[in-house]
């Protein structure tokens, strides 16, 4: 893998800005188009950041590292034939797993094709294009750098802040910068959007309520950082103010199904805020390659493929309710489940074993896609969902009372219940409000974000919560009898973890970046 350094030097003599001829999603060849004959119309601009959505630049983070950091580490996931998933589970991590060699590069990977745009429309793009057009195309790659540089801050704390890819050609070693100093970076970027994104655009675009909604989750999460017990105040109520703004304003609702909301059918539904747009046929390493978690060849494209079916926990298991039985079958596949959509041209599939549902789709008859494959998924896999907003919404109210019957919390937090057709909450804590969380967006990569957030002001709960896991045989997969409806934990199956600490909830940087670029390994320092 090519250190950050290297990603973006290259990238400034010969990357590739690729755009879509048709559709949003038909993405040329990189020797197409380049920066020096390029932004000329705002259609230009429209293409260019349309590579930014999806593709080889997500590929890395996206097909290696987002569901294997997200849901392994956090004990909702479990696969134990890959070592380095193994290392993940067992908290064992080495500097040379390449799990998170991939997610931080693939990130880094983001982060310069975001910054080769944003230079290129701010110094190459014509005159004759209006300002507003600059400035959104500016905001759609502001955006996505910021969700990139959210996910490093979450994983590595501290890290480098690279805003220009060219002061890298002098000066290619890199510190990294204080944890408090990526967060205010990442802010400033959602602002941006925020004030040029438009209220709508075609669908799968970027709106000025992404942004907001972004910035509402980010408030939330800087809100604990350095706080010890209580959040910052004034965070909390930024976090509020964005988020209830997308609550109040957008005119947007959740998809009434929880269930359809997982079908490539309901690709960009007006509750998914920032989703990956990946199209069918385009090869391996530009496409989305979930369905290499699926638990059979029979329900895969060319039915190939079902390598690393990854499994529940007992953990993530016993937080479904006996009415939450809409979002776990959506989520979780269990022994004599039935998914007439799953090779329907076949009579569909009943399930034989326990692993996940969601982003497995079917094949390529199912989607009416006959150029797609294992490499290619045409799930548009939402990053950033209105649910969430609304959770992070009831949250930001929560703030730091330990309980809150506000009506407002508890309408925004209700409508993500009903929808899923389990009993409104009549009151909340942040013990429920981190349960529905966890429910609502198992094996979306979402709950280790959610425990680092907590870990930032209430540190020994952070760490109870994974030592409880362990200590309770939680943190493995179980069996499930559908005869007499009783899953059972499978106490033979785990590999023994190291207790958890709060170093826990740092990664490592990996030893080829600490190779290339020893400096990474000196305290952070300021970057403004």
Known sequence: MKPINKIVIILLFGAAIAGCKKSFLDRPSTSQISSNNFYQSTGDLRLATANLYGGAPWWQWHNSA????????????????????????????????????SGWTGLYNVIAQCNTVINAVQQ??????????????IAEARF?????????????????????????IKNPLLYRNTVSDVY???????????????????????TTWSAQGMLGKVYLTMAGWGKNGSRDQALLDSAKKY??????????????????????QNNDSPESLFALQWAAGVGYGFGNNWLTYSPSNDINPQKTGAWTPLAPTWDLYKMYTAKDTVRRKA?????????????AAGGGYTATGICMKKHIIGNEKDNSSPTMDIWSSIEHNAVLRLADVYLVYAEAILGNNSTTADPIALQYFNK?????????????NSDIILRERRVE?????????????????????????????DATHSRITFTYDPKTRIATRDTTASPSSLPATISAFTLQIPASELGTDPKLANPPVPYY
């Open 184 to 206: 205010k970076f990442i802010s400033l970027d959602l602002k941006y959007a925020a004030q040029n994104l438009p209220l709508k655009d075609e669908k799968g675009r970027l």
């Open 66 to 101: 987002c569901l294997p950091l997200g849901d392994i580490l956090s004990g909702t996931a479990y696969f134990q034939w890959y070592g380095d998933f193994v290392q993940l589970f067992t908290r064992t991590i080495t500097a040379q797993n390449t799990v998170v060699a």
């Open 124 to 137: 190459q793009a014509s005159p004759s294009i209006a300002a507003k057009d600059k400035n959104a195309a």
């Open 144 to 168: 996505i750098r910021a969700v990139a540089y959210y996910n490093l801050a979450i994983y590595w704390g501290a890290v480098p802040i690279v805003e220009d890819n060219t002061k890298l």
């Open 416 to 428: 993500v219940r009903t929808r899923a057709g389990v009993d409104p909450a009549t009151m909340l």
């Open 441 to 469: 967006f198992a094996f979306e990569g979402q709950y280790w974000t959610d425990l680092v957030r907590l870990s930032y002001y209430q540190p020994a709960k952070a760490v109870g919560i994974l030592n409880e896991q």
């Open 331 to 343: 989520t979780i596949m269990l022994n004599g489940d039935f998914y007439p959509e799953l090779n």
């Open 243 to 264: 988020a209830g703004n997308v609550c109040k304003n957008s005119g947007l609702e959740l998809l009434p199904s929880y269930y359809d909301l997982f079908k490539a």
